[in-house]
């Protein structure tokens, strides 16, 4: 069983994790299985609001979670009237999460993006050389941070082998069911899509 971690922060985009979450969560138990992965979250700090003021309480900080096969970093945030960036505009300039997801990128099976978050692993200049996708209103901003990066912004997701990104907020489903199947077969995927009656991966 491999383990997922989902980073979160002030801000997410709720479906960005949520999504992905279930996907995983749910991946291998239908029929009484036990499941392929183990999922938890992971953030700086000990409680975080996501976009519209979820709050939320991850199961590890940085200075407790234990390394995972899977990271994925999602999306979320943008840039207020007056200017001030949130979520993940934000957090490209958090260098202590950059250094951490640096030293994560060293261990993890698979490195996983939905929306925006591409812009977090753009910054922390693990993109060079490699295509990507993001959500399609931050593609500009994407080609500033990451000017070495191909950019797709038309497609759901881009496999480089080891780092998978996906286009905006719902495209994170289609991404996770992509990996399952990656990872397990197309029929656990489509098992997984069907018990969440989830129909465009049909």
Known sequence: MRTVAIFIFDDVEVLDFAGPFEIFGVAGKQ????????????????????????????????????????????????????????GTRREINNEKLLNWVREMNKKVELLLTVCTGSLILAKAGLLEGLSATTHFKAVEQMRQVAPNTTLFPEKRWVDNGRIILSAGVSAGIDMSLYVVSKLHGKAIADETASYIQYDYWK
């Open 31 to 86: 029929g009484g299985g036990e499941g392929h992965f183990e999922v938890f979250t992971v953030a700086e700090k000990p409680s975080i609001a996501a976009r519209n003021n979820l709050v939320i309480m991850p199961t590890y900080t940085f200075e407790n979670c234990p390394t995972p096969d899977i990271l994925l970093i999602p999306g979320g945030g943008g840039f207020r009237a007056d200017g001030t960036p949130f």
